[in-house]
């Protein structure tokens, strides 16, 4: 079964950007890499996703200013890491970030393997 490691979050200023990554180690048949963040007191809710090959990426389908457009997800297939990167932070992004696999879906219930999650907090 696989298992995912998050890693680099931190104290991040508004307005500037991040790069989170999620290491895999293990073996997965899911197609998918997905990022999921939840804030203090929400539910969690879908960041983006990319294929096991990097074909295909797929964002939040929020239509608010708060991630329209400033995400980008890629992969390191050498590395068996996923990267999601982050730009013109505001303080509403702050959450923990979570990697998990899973189906073409935007789904949380659609994912599993869930990561332990990294803390982003974006100061205004």
């Known amino acids: 079964q696989v298992q995912l490691v998050e890693s680099g979050g931190g104290l991040v200023p508004a307005g500037g950007s991040v790069r989170l990554s999620c290491s895999a180690s293990?073996?997965?048949?899911?197609?998918?890499t997905g990022w999921f963040r939840q804030a203090p007191g929400k539910e969690r809710e879908f960041v983006a996703a990319i294929s096991r090959s990097g074909a295909v990426t797929f964002y939040s389908e929020s239509t608010t200013e708060s991630m329209k457009g400033r995400f980008q997800i890629s992969r390191d297939n050498a590395k068996d890491t996923v990267y999601p990167q982050m730009n013109t932070l505001k303080p509403e992004d702050t959450a923990v970030y979570y990697c998990?696999?899973?189906?073409?879906?935007?789904?949380?219930?659609?994912?599993?393997?869930w990561g332990q999650g990294t803390r982003v907090t974006v100061s205004s």
């Open positions: 998990a696999v899973g189906g073409y879906s935007r789904d949380p219930e659609s994912f599993h393997s």
């Open positions: 293990g073996r997965t048949t899911m197609p998918v």
